[in-house]
């Protein structure tokens, strides 16, 4: 979206409202992420899933899911939590964890930029980072 020159405050979702579900309605497939807005080095991003993500880890940094709808469950190896509508949840730095969703869940991830959703792998479940909506 900004590649060589320096992205202005309206470029980075800024000074105006942003309607989260509005802007997940217009992602056509589930786990593909979409970058609405940024503060500072980090970035919102929203997305909606179904079904069972891979296990993974972020090296480098925590990772936040606030859940607008549905049920997600955030799987550890040593336990499990369900986040549900208005309530948010932080992975910590370098923990093992597995997003799953019996049912859709719309979400908003907060990340820094360049955060790779499926962490330390590549996968199939691997999405492009850095695309805006
Ligand atoms: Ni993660």
Do not use: C
């Not at 320096?6 to 786990?31: A, H, S, V, Y």
């Not at 980090?42 to 606030?66: A, C, L, M, N, P």
């Not at 499926?118 to 479940?125: C, H």
């Amino acid at each position: 979206m900004h590649a060589d020159s320096q992205p202005t405050p309206e470029q980075r979702g800024q000074q105006k409202t942003i309607k989260l579900l509005d802007k997940i309605r217009q992602i056509d497939g589930f786990w593909q992420q979409r970058v609405v807005a940024e503060m500072n080095d980090y970035q919102f991003k929203v997305v909606k899933i179904v079904g069972d993500f891979v296990w993974h880890r972020h090296s480098d940094t925590d990772e936040t899911f606030v859940v607008l709808e549905g049920r997600l469950r955030i799987d550890f190896r040593d336990r499990s939590i369900d986040v549900l509508p208005g309530e948010m949840a932080v992975v910590p730095k370098g923990v093992e964890h597995k997003p799953y969703a019996g049912s859709e869940v719309k979400m908003l991830l907060i990340e820094p930029r360049g955060v790779v959703n499926t962490g330390d792998m590549t996968n199939e479940r691997t999405a492009e980072n850095d695309v805006w909506i």
